[in-house]
């Protein structure tokens, strides 16, 4: 398409200087060449209101600028995105551009489902961002996706309650434990443990508790790692956290339930990323200014923790887009100043800058709660550069993807809470699961 586009235009100059008289008709020819024209349909995950209305904007936006595109937006889950395109990749019902999870990504290479997009990142500016972002979803130094946002795991604490109990921040496992045993009373639950099999969150606290003791839930050759010391150790302690601090119900808990209790004050501590504050803000705008967040406990007090789980949200381009131009086109605009720091504010410090110089811009900072959190967005920024996806310790692979994606540690978990299994027995049978998993995707 562009060799093309370049001959068109080499054309239209050999012409205009050849035939000065019709300069317009040279001008003519050079804009058509250049006019995108065509469908493309566009899957995204961004539900909730502002974000899916700025968007659909950009979208607008675009099309009345290049009136011969139309884009098609369909918005779904990210579970439900998940089986749309695992189940239509067979039948070419794929988008032609969509976001994904960063371990969807590793599946998606894996498939041969996208599009190496170099150019477009080199033509936003590859400086621009973290090159660990970058290459999470790179492979034989081909780049399959560009990051849209980041954001960090962290830990969400009340801070009334804490003081209202005499109770410090939580830096280690034990601390936490502790605090969100004696917090669990009158209507609140200290610490909600999620292992829902529709969602990875057990993966996810599981992860935590593992690579805070400087552990993978992979090993070093890619193979599952759910029966090494430390890892039996974490398992062990989201029980304790389950059986004394959690409600019962959290045993089908997805992300959703699990953060919806911190909405609505109804757990005194919480992990995740700065979603929390819009969330507490919807639900319970009276605990606003209570809510801060703090890095994520070490197993022994002094440890270090340079991050341990970052999203740097992709954006990818399908094979089998008839336009990928027009989605390299689009989503360049989405990066322009104006339109990218009013989709960082429709979700304030849930979503950060991926590319440098935004967040010290006077437009991005004239925001009350990017002001207000001022605290918490900068544990979360320090967060990020440390931290990984899900088992991409070792870089992208699709065994980190199907980790997450299987909810083979979800189910796990149930086994031992719902059948009583024994710890080591229900960790062995997981992992030779997984690695059964991981020996048929290669």
């Not at 012409?15 to 058509?32: D, F, H, K, R």
């Not at 099999?197 to 992860?207: E, G, K, R, V, W």
């Not at 109804?266 to 504050?277: C, L, V």
């Not at 605009?333 to 504010?345: K, S």
Request: glycine share 6%; aromatic share 10%; hydrophobic share 40%.
């Amino acid at each position: 398409m562009k060799k093309k586009i370049a001959m068109l235009l080499a054309s239209a100059m050999l012409i205009g200087s050849m035939l000065p008289l019709c300069g317009t008709s040279a001008v003519m020819a050079e804009e058509n060449a250049e006019e995108l024209e065509g469908d493309i349909t566009f899957w995204h995950s961004f539900t909730q209101g502002p974000r899916l209305e700025t968007i659909q904007k950009a979208a607008d936006e675009f099309m009345e600028e290049n009136p011969k595109v139309n884009i098609t937006i369909e918005t779904f889950s990210w579970n439900d995105f998940y089986t749309k395109w695992t189940t239509g990749l067979a039948s070419g019902n794929v988008p032609d551009m969509s976001t994904a999870l960063v371990g969807q990504v590793a599946e998606m290479i894996s498939a041969d489902a996208l599009l190496p997009i170099n150019d477009l990142i080199d033509d936003i500016g590859r400086d621009k961002f973290n090159e660990s972002a970058l290459n999470e979803c790179a492979v034989d130094g081909n780049n399959y996706a560009v990051p849209l946002y980041s954001h960090a795991m962290v830990m969400w604490i009340r801070k009334d309650l804490l003081e209202e109990n005499g109770l410090e921040v939580p830096k280690t496992w034990d601390e936490l434990y502790e605090a969100a045993k004696a917090l669990t009373k009158d209507g609140i639950y200290g610490l909600s443990f999620p292992c829902g099999t529709t969602d990875f969150q057990a993966t996810n606290f599981l992860n935590f508790y593992v690579k805070s003791g400087g552990g993978s839930l992979l090993t070093d050759d890619l193979k599952a790692n759910l029966t090494s010391d430390l890892a039996l150790d974490g398992i062990n302690y989201w029980l304790k956290v389950y059986n004394d601090c959690s409600p019962k119900d959290s045993v089908n808990y997805d992300v959703l339930d699990q953060a919806t209790l911190y909405y609505q004050g109804k757990t005194a501590f919480d992990f995740n990323s700065g979603f929390q504050i819009s969330g507490v803000q919807a639900n319970s705008p009276d605990l606003l200014e209570y809510v801060d967040c703090y890095p994520i406990p070490t197993i022994n007090e002094g440890d270090e923790q340079n991050g341990i789980t970052t999203s740097n949200q992709p954006m990818v381009i399908w094979k089998n887009s008839k336009h990928p131009e027009i989605c390299r086109e689009f989503i360049k605009t989405l990066y322009d100043e104006d339109t990218y720091v009013e989709f960082l504010h429709a979700t304030p410090v849930g979503m950060l800058p991926a590319i440098r110089g935004i967040s010290e811009t006077d437009a991005y900072r004239d925001n009350e709660i990017i002001q207000q959190f001022e605290h918490a967005e900068s544990v979360i920024a320090d967060q990020i550069p440390g931290g990984t996806a899900i088992g991409f310790e070792h870089g992208p692979s699709i065994q980190a993807g199907i980790m997450t994606n299987q909810h083979v540690i979800e189910k796990m978990f149930q086994d031992i809470i719902t059948n009583g299994t024994d710890v080591e027995t229900a960790a062995k049978a997981a992992e030779d699961e997984l690695n059964a998993l991981f020996e048929v995707a290669q």
